[in-house]
């Protein structure tokens, strides 16, 4: 795909392996960042992409708003076999995760190639009950 959005303090790079969308967010995902980051991710789905990795390391910052796209989309996605998985969070970003009980809702992983072949395996968490299916 091969898609890019590049803001002043916000950048996410879109790849593609083994039919998983790869995005790799960089900088700080706000309120202001958020609306695009929300347009990219609509087009994703709707161009039939229901498994997606996102790559956090250099995530800077997550507000509110950049939680909420995912929580927007994850029933969508998980409706359609598919799921957004998360990988290289950095120290605060896995904190934050941790705190907020996202680690009940989304899978995380070390590296890109832990979460594309999660996939393989099928599993999938129900997001109402935060439990593997």
């Known amino acids: ?13 879109v ?3 083994n039919s998983v969308k790869i995005l790799n967010l960089e900088g700080y995902l706000d309120a202001y960042t958020a609306l695009k980051f929300e347009e990219l991710m609509s087009e994703i789905i709707k161009s039939g992409s229901y498994k997606i ?20 989309f994850v029933d969508e996605v998980r409706k359609n076999n598919g799921d957004i998985k998360f990988c290289c969070l ?9 705190l907020l009980g996202f680690k009940h809702i989304f899978e995380t992983y070390k590296d890109d190639d832990s979460a594309i072949k999660s996939f393989e395996k099928g599993t999938k968490k129900d997001v109402a009950k935060g439990k593997k299916k």
């Open 90 to 98: 950095p120290r605060k970003i896995d904190e934050i995760f941790e």
């Open 15 to 17: 790849e593609e392996k």
């Open 1 to 13: 795909m091969g898609k890019r959005i590049q803001e002043k303090n916000f950048d996410v790079k």
């Open 53 to 72: 990795v996102v790559h956090m390391k250099n995530l800077s910052y997550i507000s509110s708003a950049g939680f909420g796209v995912f929580m927007a």
